[in-house]
């Protein structure tokens, strides 16, 4: 059965795009959960609408993109977090707290973007890659220092 699909659907395709998908995928779950139409003359039309809405989202995205890439060049993030004397962190910075440390800073990522394959567990200078988009890469510099743990 052709389909005009209303949203992105992973493995099988993009918002706007005409697909072929077995009957039962199309009237049992896309059509009634309305994530795409059947192919018709109309949904032809609808087709290419989608299409081009979707590339006027992407240029929009890569361009916001851009401008945050441009503030993250020369950036340093500073986190302070209490460690013991050899540098190794109590805790540790996952992507939650970087985002929240960049809001501070008046930057908003969504944390699905900051590429952090394991949680940062010791102090000094860190290089993060941030996909901000398909065609958009950053790399923060991040600065972990030693909270002073004051003696009662």
């Not at 109309?42 to 916001?64: I, P």
């Not at 441009?70 to 977090?81: D, P, Q, R």
Request: proline share 3%; net charge negative.
């Amino acid at each position: 059965m052709k389909i005009v699909l209303l949203q992105n659907i992973k493995g099988t395709g993009q918002i706007g795009d005409m697909k072929e998908v077995s009957d039962g995928f199309a009237r049992n779950y896309l059509i009634p959960n309305k994530m795409a139409v059947a192919a018709s003359a109309s949904a032809v039309k609808l087709s290419e609408t989608l299409k081009k809405q979707r590339q006027l989202q992407y240029e929009k995205d890569e361009k916001t993109a851009e401008e945050i890439a441009k503030k993250l060049e020369g950036f340093e993030l500073n986190i302070t977090e209490t460690a013991n004397d050899e540098g190794q962190l109590y805790g540790s910075i996952d992507a939650k707290r970087i985002k929240e440390g960049l809001h501070e800073n008046k930057i908003d990522v969504p944390v699905e973007v900051i590429d952090l394959p394991e949680h940062i567990k010791t102090t000094g200078t860190h290089e993060v890659k941030l996909k901000l988009h398909p065609e958009v890469d950053s790399i923060l510099k991040i600065n972990i220092t030693s909270e002073n743990k004051t003696s009662a």
